[in-house]
C-alpha cells in the first residue's frame, strides 16, 4: 500500500473558476494537466459564446458533452477489430489454399 502511494502526488488543477486538488499518479501528471487546460479551453469557448442566455449547468454539459463527442471519435479511429477481422479472413484464406497443394 505504501508502495502505490508513493507513486502518487497531489497537484492543483486550475478548472475554469475552481481551483481543485487531485492525487494522481506521478507519471500521469502531464496528462492531467493537458486534460485540465483541454478543459478549460472549451469552457471558455462555450462561457464567451452562451453565457447569459444559458445558465452555468448547461455550459458545463454543452463542454462535456463536446469532450465525449472527441472521445468516442477517437475511439472510433483507433477500433482495430474491422481490420483484425479481415486479417483473420485472408490469414485462413491463405492457410486453406496451402492445405490443396
Known amino acids: ?10 497537484i492543483r488543477l486550475h478548472i475554469y473558476d ?3 486538488m487531485v492525487r494522481v499518479p506521478r507519471e500521469e501528471e502531464a496528462l492531467y494537466r493537458k486534460g485540465s487546460e483541454l478543459i ?3 469552457l471558455n469557448a462555450y ?3 452562451f453565457k447569459g442566455s ?3 449547468k448547461e ?3 454543452f463542454a462535456m458533452i463536446d469532450l465525449a463527442l472527441r472521445l468516442e471519435r477517437q475511439l472510433d479511429r483507433n477500433d482495430t477489430q474491422p481490420y483484425d477481422d479481415i486479417l483473420s479472413k485472408l490469414t485462413s484464406e491463405i492457410e486453406n489454399a496451402l492445405d490443396k497443394k
Open 54 to 56: 444559458k445558465s452555468d
Open 47 to 49: 462561457f464567451s459564446n
Open 59 to 61: 455550459i458545463t454539459y
Open 40 to 42: 478549460n479551453e472549451l
Open 1 to 10: 500500500m505504501a508502495e502505490s502511494d508513493s507513486s502518487k502526488i497531489n
Open 18 to 20: 475552481t481551483e481543485i
